[in-house]
């Protein structure tokens, strides 16, 4: 097949959007792993595919980069068909994330990085300095990191490589299948937040699994809940799906303490009460003004305050109560979002 849309590496930050049509995988033996599912991940847009062990998952993600076949279905990548081009040269296309990384023992992280530069034929340099540019910004110091094995690398660092080899030829869309699981809470915390980072830097149309909501709410422009067989259940933006499940069964997925996490992902912005003219802001609590309800919670909690005051560029532009946090109407919260 010809250069196609998926090829053209295109402006720093292009990105490329997946339409899902009734896809479904039948495996042999009869086991339907994905019934009849649809999606639409729109281009520079993280989705998160979230839902109980064996619900088809991977099974979806690992169809998108063609290393299972649908039975049914079509899947388009900028409106392209892509089950009709050839899988090994589509996957050159894809970055994918593997669970536990899967690096190349025996190669060193630079080798490890250049695996698809290589397969496209980049010469040695070029593949050398786009290595290094990767590891940096995945906050690995090069002159320490890229001759290294990955058995001297701890977990973290691995899962970072193999978001740097995910990345190293710059594709358009990047599949990442449980990518953090594999390391502590903390670490994972930390990785999750360096990785909304570069997210902000290269604006790949993302698909990523977890089983973790706490990780789909921090991570997803939208998140998929999926039932046994691909079912999808509900599919929108993180503050949507807590405030509003749309069954009983995506309200028990998303947990009981789901109203916590709305607060962390809802504006305090349109919450703020204006302040009277020259009042004394002294003494109250400060928050910034671009923060969530969940960070105006933890500052009165932290002074025992009942009251805090946001601010922006160093002035204090509202003050929010207690109460209010756990006040804003639902329709205002979706509509930040
Ligand atoms: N080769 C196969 N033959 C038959 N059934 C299979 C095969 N591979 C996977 N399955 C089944 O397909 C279903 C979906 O598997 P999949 O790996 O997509 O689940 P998942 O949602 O990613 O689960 P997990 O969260 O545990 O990783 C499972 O029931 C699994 O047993
Ligand atoms: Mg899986």
Redesign the pocket.
Known sequence: MDATALEQSGPAGSAASITLEHIGKT?P?G?V?VGDFGLEVRAGELTVLI?P???????ILRMINRLIEPTKGRILIDGENILERNAVELRRHIGYVIQNVGLFPHQNIRTNIGTVPRMLGWDKKRINERADELLELVGLDPARYAKRYPHELSGGQRQRVGVARALAADPRVLLMDEPFSAVDPIARGRLQEEFLKLQATVRKTIVL?T?DIDEAVRLGDRIAVLAEGGRLLQYAPPAELLSRPDSTAVGDFVGADRGIRRLAVTPLRPALKPLDRGAPVDGRPSVAADGTLYDALAAMLAANATEVVAVEDGQPVGSLSRAAVFDVPQQEAEAKV
Request: aromatic share 8%; proline share 0%.
């Open positions: 495996y033996d086991t792993a839902g062990s064996g619900c088809g998952k991977s099974t699994v089983h």
